[in-house]
């Protein structure tokens, strides 16, 4: 989850909060998906898809 979240800050260029970023991490990788926080870039759509897909 720690790799998980600092791969989608990294991959959103800043874009998201540290916090936001961990929170991401939870809901996707608890199968929740608010979809309040979503990823924008090209690579951190591909970031979480390698998330959900390595889950």
């Known amino acids: 989850m720690i790799v ?3 791969g989608f800050y990294l991959l959103e260029d ?3 909060s540290p916090l936001n970023s961990i929170y991401w991490a939870i ?3 608890s199968t929740v998906g608010y ?3 979503i990823p ?3 690579w951190a ?3 979480t898809i390698a ?3 390595g889950d």
């Open 4 to 6: 998980a979240s600092f």
């Open 14 to 16: 800043g874009a998201v």
């Open 27 to 29: 809901v996707t990788l």
């Open 35 to 37: 979809g309040d926080v």
């Open 40 to 42: 924008t870039t090209f």
């Open 45 to 47: 759509k591909v970031f």
């Open 51 to 53: 998330v959900i897909a």
